[in-house]
């Protein structure tokens, strides 16, 4: 693969830049600075939810950007769940973003003992179909998760925000995404926070062949697996070495020696915990 679209059409109409720009862990007070220079990059996707406590800073960013309004997709991810509470949560987002609407937004996570998924994914529907959101998606859903909210309500999710690096390659949640038209999208794509990934022997001499680094080749190899790949950093060095992903290609075999390190064990939250309690 030589060539990749920067954007995909998603299934209920909206276009999704390929690559964007993640804030998990930017302080309020730093947000607005990263942002802008995201923005100033080329990022044009940018990822926040309710529970980073940032979206005023994007806000900021993306008013004093000069980019108008449609020219920037914005996501973000509602953590409370019930019908009312994720409307709810939805007009406070916008409020917070200075917007009012969302291309994209996502509950942020299935909580399956609270139990109330079904209700709120009619929620973020409803909330499409009156314009508030572009887009309708899930985050950290598994199969059995999505196969419910698409069983009860007649609506697959558009899109599924879940870990997706190297060394979590969820091949079986793939699958299934593409049986359903869902989107994936890849949190966490430097595996968290790089670490033990960019010393992986494979890794870097693909970086070394391509003249790249490790970062650069773990974030193509997601790009190139087909997937919507959003990494974070506030260091403006790093936000500008993760953006210059689209003008080299993996061959086959860089691909497969990637997917190789493969380990099936998720660095992050388990779906069927996180929130439970
Ligand atoms: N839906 C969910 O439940 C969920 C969960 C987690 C994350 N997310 C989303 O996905 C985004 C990305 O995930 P993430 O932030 O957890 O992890 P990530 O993007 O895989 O890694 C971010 C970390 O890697 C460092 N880094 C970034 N670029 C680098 C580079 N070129 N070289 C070396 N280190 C680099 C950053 O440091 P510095 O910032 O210090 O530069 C930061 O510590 C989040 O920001 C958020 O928007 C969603």
Known sequence: MSELSTAITLSGGASIPRFGYGTFRIEDGDTQAAVETALETGYRL??????????????????????????????????EHGYDDVRRNLDESLERLGTDYLDLYLLHWPRPNVDLYVESWQALLDARSEGLIRAAGVSNF???????????TGAAAELNQVELHPYFAQPELRAYHAEHLIATESWGPLALRGGALFDEPALQAVAAAHDRTPAQVALRWNLQRGNVVIPKSVTPDRIRENWAVLDFALTDEDLAAIDALDTGVRQGGDPLVVGND
């Open 46 to 79: 940018l990822d926040t939810a309710v529970g980073y406590g940032n979206e005023e800073g994007v806000g900021r960013a993306v008013a004093a950007s000069g980019l108008k309004r449609e020219e920037v997709f914005l996501t973000s991810k509602v953590w």
């Open 142 to 152: 598994t199969i059995e998760h999505l196969d419910r909210i698409e069983a009860e």
